[in-house]
């Protein structure tokens, strides 16, 4: 395990960049999955906590590091939390996140003979963070909200869109991107974890 290192489990430099941001104020060297050329593994899961423990997990005993993953995505109350730990998935192989829309708000429409099907949805993230020979610990964020249709808004990514979160009226693809920060399930997980500080005790 070496000193005051973190290794986030992902492949996307996007995330790996913002979770950098996040952690500079306990200055750490923070490495990645893809820089260490470790391949990530099948996510067999069927929650976003077990995904983002098995890829954690994964990246440690690689590594022999401290490492981190998040798993997260989208669950619609109306089907079943569908696409839940598939929302990556749903954009298939192009990764075309209008197709997912298009095909949550076709399958919403189905739900309903009198087309006023129920709206609800939420943002769930998991955060796992694993240590050698420790109990991983993980820490979970959700933003509960209602989805539109049409589309609506160019910010953001993925399902962004078509959420638009209680309280509001913009959805996350409209919305100021630093506000959506502040308030999304990614901002509510890591909240905890960084209220945690559960390396505080690893280094000292
Ligand atoms: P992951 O990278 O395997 O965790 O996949 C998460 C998927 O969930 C992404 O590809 C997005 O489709 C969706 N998702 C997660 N968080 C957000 C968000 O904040 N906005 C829009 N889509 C999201």
Redesign the pocket.
Known sequence: MRKNTILIASH?PG?VSEIAELLSPFAMTVLSAAELDIVEPE?TGSTFAQ?AILKAEHCRDVSGLVSLA?????EVAALGGAPGIY??RW?GPNKD?NV?MARIEKELQATSPDGQPDRRAN?K?ALAFAVPGQKTQVFEGRVDGTLVWPMRGTL?????PV?QPLGFAKT?GQMDQHK?HRM???AGAFGKLLAAKPWDTLWS
């Open positions: 996307n995330k996510e995904n998040d798993d997260s995505g989208i929302s990556a954009a996140f997912a943002f993230c953001g990514f993925g399902y962004d959420f996350f959506k999304s399930h990614r």
